[in-house]
């Protein structure tokens, strides 16, 4: 039998060990074992169940990068956990229902400043579906882009995102979407929605006549106009 991992214990560098501490005892995490160092180190063994979290202090603290997603943690009840963070002083927005977290999907910040999702994975039905906290702005704007989209033509067929688990998604291009460095997907309108909530610097690439191509064609037709 092939022997794999039988646990997997993410880590966390922290500011303030007490402070993370009653942050992700929010979500259920006890500590198992802590211990420190004679340099100021101290560290936080956390469990919830199997699943297990250790929280580290390390002096000089470590600048964490600035990433747009630090944690994804799957929770049981979803509206119980929204309910206990906001009691706490932690609000979260809720995301949307994706398809990995059909039972709803939420973001918070940690104390360090971590962004932490967590999120469903039991569906809730259609009627018991919560409004997303930012929908209506986002979903707008990805509508209005698919709506020029539209008018010009251009989409490829399909999206070209496909589904969390990697299955192609039978669902029409209607939004393309792009980054800083020039890369570039042709999403349906569910799967932009995603990536723009995950991707943090991706953004809608709308043709809008103030783009590198209308100016390179000016730059090159004006060439053009000299050699004749
Ligand atoms: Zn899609």
Known sequence: MFSGVSAAVPVLYVRDLAQAKTFYGLFGYAEQRSGADDAGAQWSYQQSGDHTLLLAVVHPPLIPAALPLLIYLYVDDLVAVQARFEAAGHPSDLVGYPDHAPGGEARTHDPDGNVVLFGQRVAVPGEARRRPTDEAARSSLIQQAAEAVGRRGGAPAGCQVGAPDGAACPRPAEVKLADPWG???WGCLTHADEALINARSA??????????????RQRRSARADQTT
Request: net charge negative; aromatic share 12%.
């Open 203 to 216: 953004f809608i690439a709308t043709e809008d006549g103030h783009g590198l191509g209308p100016w390179l």
């Open 183 to 185: 890369e570039t997907v």
